[in-house]
């Protein structure tokens, strides 16, 4: 039988408004790549990113001019190699490997993990605000052991602060999303180091972070937007010290899988994180998040509504994905 594919646009409402140092949304667009061959059907799910320079319809574009080659049977790898990292090829990519795992019967966890797939604590994301707004939100979520803290914008010493005393039993990561500068790069790295901040991501502007080889790390620092695939990883050699790897980013979990190994060679602590998006988006990647050492899926938690059936969550637990939802 014919491989056919059908691609699909659907919005989730977010609870509330998720703001970072970019901006804010209130909703959450995601594309859907189904494909069907022998009467099984894989999907995948990507979240086109506008700082990349996508939107919806860039990315549907580009999956359909892949129509006729995807219908021919294309395969992972081919596919690496004719479309280019992103999130259209992040949706066919999880869509071949859901489709492989749907007509076999084998488990993608049987294909990837080393070891029998576990829950995985994973971060809770705390939107950029007021110190007082965000010190409010984190206790309300002060019975979570890993917090992202998002800043990026004037007096972020304040927040710290302000979250760390509301929750001093949660371990904090801080994401600036390229909203820090050199003037004050180093005054916010104290900062975080006082209030025991366990990671930093992203605090520079993305080629424009060459700063961070001379001044003092006492926080780890982890590259996002100067990362997407293990062709980035050279330039990051003396800058970070792990990094965050996103589907979405990679283009795919084949080429996730080859960036997790190529930074554990390279001595780099790994972050599996992720756009906000619904739980056919973290499937593959709660796999992939099996060996990190830090996880940001938080996504359909962020969400009025998730897919059903969506991944289950308990507390800050995020159990793998059953066969019904993916791979």
């Known amino acids: 039988m014919a491989r056919t594919m059908t691609v699909e646009i659907e919005n989730f409402p977010i609870a509330g408004v998720f703001r970072i140092a970019r901006g804010a949304k209130t909703q959450a667009q995601v594309v859907t790549c189904i494909l069907t061959e022998d009467g099984a059907a894989g999907r995948g799910e990507c979240v086109p990113y506008a700082r990349y320079g996508e939107s919806v319809e860039s990315v549907v574009e580009q999956i359909e001019e892949m129509r006729r080659e995807i219908a021919e049977g294309i395969d992972r790898q081919a596919l690496m190699a004719r479309m280019p990292a992103g999130a259209a090829r992040n949706a066919v990519d999880c869509a071949l490997w859901d489709m492989e795992a749907k007509r076999t019967g084998k488990r993608v966890a049987d294909m990837i993990c080393r070891t029998r797939p576990h829950s995985v604590t994973t971060a809770q994301t705390i939107s950029l605000g007021t110190p007082e707004e965000m010190a409010a939100h984190a ?86 937007e100067s990362l997407h695939t293990a062709e980035d990883l050279a330039a990051l050699k003396g800058l970070y010290d792990a990094v965050n790897i996103k589907l979405d980013k990679t283009g795919g979990l ?42 940001d899926l938080d996504g359909p938690l962020l969400l009025q509504h998730d897919r059903v059936p969506g991944l289950d969550y308990a507390g800050a637990r995020v159990s793998p994905p059953e066969a019904a939802l993916w791979g």
């Open 254 to 295: 084949t080429a996730a899988l080859i960036l997790r190994e190529r930074a554990r060679e390279m001595g780099l602590s790994v972050m599996v994180g992720c756009m906000v998006g619904t739980s056919l988006a973290m499937a593959p990647a709660v796999l992939l998040a099996q060996e990190a050492d830090f996880v």
């Open 139 to 224: 206790r309300a979520n002060a019975d979570k052991p890993l917090l992202k803290i998002k800043v990026g914008a004037e007096d972020d010493a304040a927040r710290l602060r302000a979250v760390a005393e509301a929750v001093p039993d949660s371990r904090l990561i801080i994401d600036a999303n390229e909203g820090w500068t050199e003037a004050n790069l180093e005054e916010n790295l104290r900062a975080a180091a006082e209030c025991r901040v366990a990671l930093i991501e992203q605090p520079l502007p993305a080629g424009k972070d060459a700063m961070l080889r001379d001044v003092p790390h006492p926080v780890p620092i982890c590259a996002d």
